[in-house]
């Protein structure tokens, strides 16, 4: 499933991919017209309409119009899901799952996928299952280079997770209190005991 599925414009599909990208960001008009590769009417007659409907601020500096997506978006938490799984690190996992091994559940840190800045011991990704773990190091390795930062992942055997869960043990408690996007699997599995 791709975002074009639930969006018509690709204007808008674009632009909701690089909002997300770096959620933090403000974009002046022509920096998402780089980031977008369209044609600036385009860009503006749809940053009009996101505007309209709630999803962006803009704020003019100098002589020049910023825009950044607005965290209190209804939608924000929904589309910052939609957009790990179809964009990405959550992509290439999905799109590559069957050399990946048996994964029963990846799930994204709300800090990854929103980039908020990580306590050096928070857990970005967590995968579960019988993984072929140098495929998994390839794709995280090429999101690193994207990101050019490092991406904290912890791989368990389902065993391993069951026994841990059982035991509640603090490490994998503190990763399971935290916000989360899934990847693969269903939330409420993950967490049940």
Known sequence: M???DLFISKVRIKLLETFFSEPT???????LVRRTNEEINAVRRELAHMEASGMVKKEPRANRLYYWFRKDYL?????CSLIAKTTGLGRELLK????????????????????IPRKEEDIDILIIGNVVLPEVAALVHQEQSKRSEEIN???MTDEEFDLRKRRRDPFLEGILQSS??????????????
């Open 2 to 4: 791709e975002l074009k």
């Open 25 to 31: 960001e403000i974009y002046h008009v022509r920096e």
């Open 75 to 79: 939608f924000f938490d929904e589309l």
């Open 96 to 115: 590559n799952r069957a050399k990946l091994g048996k994964i029963s559940f990846v799930m994204f840190s709300g800090k990854f996928v929103k980039r």
């Open 153 to 155: 992942y912890t791989v």
């Open 180 to 193: 989360r996007i899934m990847i693969i699997g269903e939330e409420e599995d993950l967490v049940r005991l």
